[in-house]
């Protein structure tokens, strides 16, 4: 015999499964409005270097900008395909001057990147945060 279900049982599960998702569309909407941005991460940036045993290995440097400055943020958020350029020319170029086997030097990328995000943006104000530099 094949069990039957009732009408009111299907509604009842539907009912169950539409509401968390209805719950969730609704909380997306509300954002705070009293917090403004004060940081964004860029994609991972890469480049071509020699590693150690001699074949090319790819450096990957994960940035950010942060300023509390809403203008300088907009400016910035504007203008990250030029960010993005400029942090990339100095990655190829400190990755072709790397020597083979040393660690990336973090402290030098993050000034080299401070310089270009600087002369991108027109004035300084922002500080470019460095997440990460993996050798591969």
């Known amino acids: 015999m094949r069990p039957t279900l009732h ?5 009842l599960a539907c009912a169950i499964l539409i509401a968390p998702g ?14 403004p941005v004060t940081y964004f991460a860029l994609q991972p940036l890469t480049a071509v270097a020699v590693r150690r045993d001699g074949r ?3 450096l990957t440097v994960e940035a950010g900008i942060q300023t ?3 203008k300088l943020m907009e400016r910035a958020q504007q203008s990250t395909p030029r960010l ?9 170029s400190y990755a072709a001057g790397m020597r083979r086997g040393d660690p990336p030097d973090v402290d030098y990328l993050g ?17 470019v945060l460095l997440g990460s530099a993996l050798m591969n």
């Open 68 to 70: 509390d400055d809403a």
């Open 7 to 11: 009408p009111l049982k299907i509604l």
């Open 84 to 92: 993005r350029a400029a942090f990339a020319q100095v990655l190829m």
């Open 22 to 35: 209805q719950a969730l569309a609704n909380s997306k909407g509300k954002e705070e409005k009293g917090a």
């Open 56 to 58: 090319r290995g790819v």
């Open 111 to 127: 000034r080299e990147m401070q310089k270009s995000a600087d002369h991108v943006l027109g004035k300084s104000g922002t500080r």
